[in-house]
Structures are given as C-alpha cells and as structure tokens.
Antibody
Framework: QVQLQESGPGLVKPSETLSLTCGVS????????WSWIRQPAGKGLEWIGR???????NYNPSLKSRVTMSVDMSKNQSSLKLSSVTAADTAIYYC????????????????WGQGITVTVSS | SSELTQDPAVSVALGQTVRITCQGD??????AGWFQQKPGQAPVLVLY???NRPSGIADRFSASTSGDTSSLTITGTQAEDEADYYC??????????FGGGTKLTVL
C-alpha cells in the first residue's frame, strides 16, 4: 500500500525558509493531489495547500505569500517550502495524498505520513 | 465563508451513540470529510463524501448532512474511539479547511 514519509530539517532559524520533502512509496505520485497540513503542539490541524502533478496548486490564503509546493515525478516526491518563518510556524508537518473529487464524491485525504516536527528557533 | 465550527469536547458512555457536528456555509455545497486522531499519531480518514468509509474503518461510523451542518455518528461507541475528531471540507477554489476539532471522551 502507499506510504508517505516526510523528511527535512527539524530546526529552522527565524526568517529562513523551511524546506520539507514527502517521499511516496508503494504507488505513483501522478494522478493525485499532494497536500501539506500542519499542527502546532496541542492545537488543531491547519491545511497549508496542495499540488496536482507539477502545475496546479491551491494554497491556504493565510499562507499563500510564503508557500511554494512542487512535485518531482522522477523521484516520486512532493516538496514544501515556507519562507520567512517565525516561531508561529513551529509545528508537526504532515503530507497527505488527496484523491479529490471522483465521480461526484470527495475522496479527500486518505493516506497520511507520520509527520515531522519542525521547530523555528535561533 | 469557508470556516468550519466544531464543539471543543463531547463525552459519551461506553456502548452508547454519539454525534459530533461540524457547521459551515461550505457544507451546503460540499461534503465533509472526517478524521480521527489519537495522541501522538497522524490523523486517519474515517469518513468521506456523502457517507463513505475507507477500507478498515468500522461500520459504527457514519456521516450525514443537513443544511450547513455535517455530523459524524458513532453507534455503540467503543473505548478505542476516544480521540480527537476533525472535519474538513473545501471551497469553490479547491482550498481545503479544517474544523477546530472535537475531543471525544468515552466514559
């Protein structure tokens, strides 16, 4: 079955760019949206955005100015970049497969990675 | 508005039925998804679309929608159902949004 694994630095300095990768194993990255979600400690889930193939993106309006997502088909992975980070960006970051709308049904985010903790601190 | 509102906490006696609600304008047009999250674990999709369960999800979980409110119902709640539950939906642009989450306590 499809498995997702987030990777990247666990510590990022304020004002720098957070860069994470989501490796997809057991299936192809094509044909699906790939979402990023984050969760500050003790708080709820926040959808960051999603990317379909290499061209179509949706970003949370509150983060849009700082977010860039991409897909590398050859490596079967998606990536997230979040610029100008502050302590408020400290959270667990999850990637998830989003199957979107199919046959009138929203199949939503059905596979999630285990998450990676990212701390923003000097 | 694409905001989704959930009650922060709900409790239910073991074996009883509980309903967790999610309210928002987007639910008049788009279906909600429901996610279960246990401490230290990633969220798990338990319901999607109008009322569909992914493979492996117990049939005691069901969903319904009326107007701007979607509900997750657990019939015959088990101890292992104690968790945080999040709804989500989308807007016309394809952006997703999560509700604030409901902490379910099984008594």
């Amino acid at each position: 079955q499809v498995q997702l694994q987030e990777s990247g630095p666990g510590l990022v300095k304020p004002s720098e760019t957070l860069s994470l990768t989501c490796g997809v194993s057991g299936g192809s990255i094509s044909g699906y949206y790939w979402s990023w979600i984050r969760q500050p400690a003790g708080k709820g889930l926040e959808w960051i955005g999603r990317i379909y193939s290499t061209v179509s993106t949706n970003y949370n309006p509150s983060l849009k100015s700082r977010v860039t997502m991409s897909v590398d088909m050859s490596k079967n992975q998606s990536s997230l970049k979040l610029s100008s980070v502050t302590a408020a960006d400290t959270a667990i970051y999850y990637c998830a497969r989003d199957r979107g709308i199919r046959g009138g049904e929203d199949y939503n985010m059905d596979v999630w990675g285990q998450g990676i903790t990212v701390t923003v601190s000097s | 508005s694409s905001e989704l509102t959930q009650d922060p906490a709900v409790s239910v006696a073991l074996g009883q039925t509980v309903r967790i609600t999610c309210q928002g304008d987007s639910l008049r047009r788009y279906s909600a998804g429901w996610f279960q999250q246990k401490p230290g674990q990633a969220p798990v999709l338990v319901l999607y679309g109008k009322n569909n369960r992914p493979s492996g999800i117990a049939d005691r979980f069901s969903a319904s929608t009326s107007g701007d409110t979607s509900s997750l119902t657990i019939t015959g709640t088990q101890a292992e159902d104690e968790a945080d539950y999040y709804c989500n939906s989308r807007d016309s642009s394809g952006n997703r949004v999560f509700g604030g989450g409901t902490k379910l306590t099984v008594l």
